[in-house]
């Protein structure tokens, strides 16, 4: 629950900028080159329809204008019959317009105000030109506009082209505008992910090394800087790992050199059975031999041990079984079977070392065991005394004893939780100390899927 809400206070802290903002490096990538497009894209469509567009609209509505006023111009000169019939002729030949005059007629409607860029621009050529009432017509015929002119005598229809009005190299800008920023688009995704690739290979390789897991097959990749990244892990690998193999080694001279006189001193004292302070002499050989194996099991940490997959379920059962030879009982809970890579001996040790010692101080011990989201927990309960909460962080440095005297059959040497919470981090996961629900300490594992 504390996570949870040191999450929430974290999210509700951050600026609401970084919140909306893609956190992948992909997205990222792949947004510092979409933003330039989409400016780019709305600077030429504003560029495009304030210098082409909106010009080549009003030049071509001016056109058709002018065209409407010449014929108005010569009805004008020659009100004949024949005047108006060559009028319209002219205006059907030259012009590409079907004219018709209603003689006597009267305009039921005028268009003062009209909706669309261009009906609206030829209304406000026409005014400019023509100057008399008119009535627009742009839906009653799919491909042609109607305009209606007032004259004296009449009035003036004539069917233009849309085409006249209408430039189609707007929607063809737009259109190969629009596709090409995709295709752009498309193979910048396709590039960038290529580039994040090796990126997440190597967070990838990063945390299976940081879990104690062996990585395979793992080689630097990608551009310059990525690939001197992975070289760098790669050696930082090889360093820890000659570390660790020297250190097990060294350990295991020490071990041999100090486990061969203390065997001395045992031969030694069986050749004086019998005498007095012989047995004193040889409980102390045996709290020596039991300190060493402590000392060297918690320096040791894990050896040299391969991860491998692993029934958590049945180590479970292996150290409740056990726990049960000793005349304890261990309530085990298992929400379901769990599998994990691990070093079984290792964790096995870890678990023992948990379950005895919630059996040390309590009576009653409970272990349950299931998913939580992207982790697996384990819960080590028992009603004991339980620890102070300004100590628990404390218990896991190596030799701290809580138990004040110095009998190490009664408090141990103070390297149980240390080596247990050694080998979990080696597995990638953690532990902690909490309050138990049976009111005494509540040890809580938590492993990595």
Same mark, same amino acid.
């Given at each position: 629950?504390? #996570? ?12 609401? =900028?970084?919140?909306?903002? +893609?956190?992948? !490096? /992909? ?11 989409? /400016? ?55 012009m590409s317009f079907a004219a018709k005059f209603h003689d006597e007629a009267v305009l039921?409607?005028?268009?003062? %105000? ?18 008399? +009432?008119?009535? =627009? ?23 233009? +082209? ?10 063809? $800008?737009? !259109? ?37 897991? %062996? ?17 760098? $892990? ?27 006189? /203390? ?7 069986? /050749? ?12 102390? =050989? ?27 379920? %049945? ?37 023992? #070392? &948990?379950?005895? #010692? ?5 009576? #009653? ?21 339980? =620890? ?10 190596? $030799? ?14 103070? &390297? ?31 492993? +990595?899927?």
């Amino acid at each position: 629950m504390s #996570n949870t809400s040191e999450t929430d206070q974290t999210a509700q802290s951050t600026p609401w =900028i970084k919140r909306v903002l +893609p956190r992948s !490096l /992909l997205g990222r990538s792949l947004l510092i080159i979409i933003m330039p497009l989409i /400016l780019l894209q709305v600077v030429s469509a504003g560029i495009f329809y304030e210098t082409h567009w909106n010009k080549i609209t009003r030049r071509l509505a001016m056109g058709v204008a002018g065209d409407v006023a010449a014929v108005i111009d010569m009805m004008r000169h020659d009100p004949t019959p024949q005047g108006r019939e060559w009028a319209m002729h002219l205006a059907a030949g030259t012009m590409s317009f079907a004219a018709k005059f209603h003689d006597e007629a009267v305009l039921e409607k005028v268009t003062k %105000d009209i909706d669309g860029h261009m009906e609206s621009t030829l209304l406000w050529a026409l005014n400019g030109y023509v100057s008399k +009432p008119v009535w =627009i017509d742009s839906t009653s015929l799919d491909r042609h506009v109607v305009i209606h002119v007032q004259l004296a005598q009449g009035v003036l229809e004539i069917i233009t +082209p849309r085409k006249r009005l209408f430039s189609s190299t707007t929607y063809v $800008f737009v !259109l190969w505008m629009v596709c090409t920023s995709l295709i752009l688009f498309a193979i910048a995704t396709l590039f960038m992910r290529n580039q994040v690739k090796p990126i997440r290979r190597l967070a990838f390789a990063s945390d299976e090394f940081g879990k104690g897991r %062996d990585v395979e097959k793992f080689k630097p990749e990608g551009a310059a800087e990525v690939r001197q990244a992975a070289q760098a $892990f790669i050696v930082m690998r090889e360093r820890i790992q000659r570390q660790i193999g020297q250190r097990t080694d060294m350990l295991a001279g020490v071990s041999h050199d100090l486990r061969t006189p /203390l065997t001395r001193m045992k031969l030694q004292l069986a /050749l004086l059975e019998g005498q007095k302070g012989v047995e004193d002499l040889k409980g102390d =050989i045996s709290e020596m031999e039991y300190m060493l194996d402590e000392y060297l099991a918690f320096a040791r940490g894990e050896g040299t041990e391969k991860p491998v997959e692993t029934s958590l379920s %049945d180590l479970l059962r292996e150290a409740v079984s056990q726990a049960g030879r000793g005349g304890s009982h261990v309530d085990l809970h298992l929400e379901e079977d769990i599998t994990l890579p691990l070093r079984p001996n290792a964790f096995r040790r870890s678990i023992t #070392n &948990l379950v005895e #010692n919630a059996l040390r101080y309590g009576e #009653n011990v409970s272990i349950r065991a299931g998913r939580r989201l992207d982790m697996v927990e384990i819960a080590v309960d028992d009603d004991g005394p339980g =620890i102070p909460e300004d100590k628990r962080e404390e218990v896991f440095k190596p $030799f701290v004893r809580l138990e004040v005297s110095r009998n190490p059959g009664t408090g141990g040497v103070g &390297l149980g939780l240390s080596i247990a919470r050694d080998v979990v981090r080696g597995h990638g996961g953690d532990m902690a100390l909490d309050q138990s629900p049976l009111g005494g300490l509540r040890a809580i594992v938590q492993m +990595p899927v």
